[in-house]
T-cell receptor, first 118, second 112 residues
Framework: GAVVSQHPSWVICKSGTSVKIECRSL??????MFWYRQFPKQSLMLMAT?????????EQGVEKDKFLINHASLTLSTLTVTSAHPEDSSFYIC??????????????FGPGTRLLVL | GENVEQHPSTLSVQEGDSAVIKCTYS??????FPWYKQELGKRPQLIID?????GEKKDQRIAVTLNKTAKHFSLHITETQPEDSAVYFC???????????FGTGTKLQVIP
């Protein structure tokens, strides 16, 4: 399957600081990437849809000014958690959608970034 | 929006037995139904998917069935092995394959 990388895999930061997470599609171009958050023992909750060259679409209840998303190229989307607080501690996972080929698209996930805000 | 319900939340089976996980969805526009396996601390891995023009799909020990009329779909794992132990998520996506909505997950434990 297609490869999606995410960096960093782990980050610990102090409350009030900002953290940037990168999501890259390594072997395909992704016009659309998705950002999810997963709390322990819970499902993946979609935060926003990131479209290359345009503004991200945020899900209800997700603060766009707190979770800044930039999809500057067809292989890179970034999520910046601004002024992080302990309640932002979570597992952040991105996914990238493969191009429409043969009538099919598939979504592949990055390895995730575990964020701990002290 | 789409709402996906998944049952059971936990499932324990003896090695070699079958496991069945069931999901229902609400949006009749959904036509893509992937299943993901997530091991502790790792990314979800796509294990099988089905599209609405097919009622059943099988890949070795894994099969998925879809009933569009009833809006439910199921994952069947036969001859379970300890390495099948993980959390399984069903999901649904609407036409044109926009965002995917995940179910609540099923923690499967295969007892050796």
């Amino acid at each position: 399957g297609a490869v999606v990388s995410q960096h960093p895999s782990w980050v610990i930061c102090k409350s009030g600081t900002s953290v940037k997470i990168e999501c890259r599609s390594l072997d395909f171009q992704a016009t659309t990437m998705f950002w999810y958050r997963q709390f322990p023992k819970q499902s993946l909750m979609l935060m926003a849809t990131s479209n290359e060259g345009s503004k991200a679409t945020y899900e209800q209840g997700v603060e766009k000014d707190k979770f800044l998303i930039n999809h500057a190229s067809l292989t890179l989307s970034t999520l910046t958690v601004t002024s992080a607080h302990p309640e932002d501690s979570s597992f952040y996972i991105c996914s990238a959608r493969t191009p429409w080929e043969g009538g099919q698209e598939t979504q592949y996930f990055g390895p995730g970034t575990r964020l701990l805000v002290l | 929006g789409e709402n996906v319900e998944q049952h059971p939340s936990t499932l324990s089976v003896q090695e070699g037995d079958s496991a069945v996980i069931k999901c229902t969805y609400s949006d009749s526009a959904s036509n893509y139904f992937p299943w993901y396996k997530q091991e502790l601390g790792k990314r979800p891995q796509l294990i099988i998917d089905i599209r609405s023009n097919v009622g059943e799909k099988k890949d070795q020990r894994i099969a998925v069935t879809l009933n569009k009329t009833a809006k439910h779909f199921s994952l069947h794992i036969t001859e379970t092995q300890p390495e099948d132990s993980a959390v399984y998520f069903c999901a649904a996506a609407p036409g044109g394959y926009q965002k995917v909505t995940f179910g609540t997950g099923t923690k499967l434990q295969v007892i050796p």
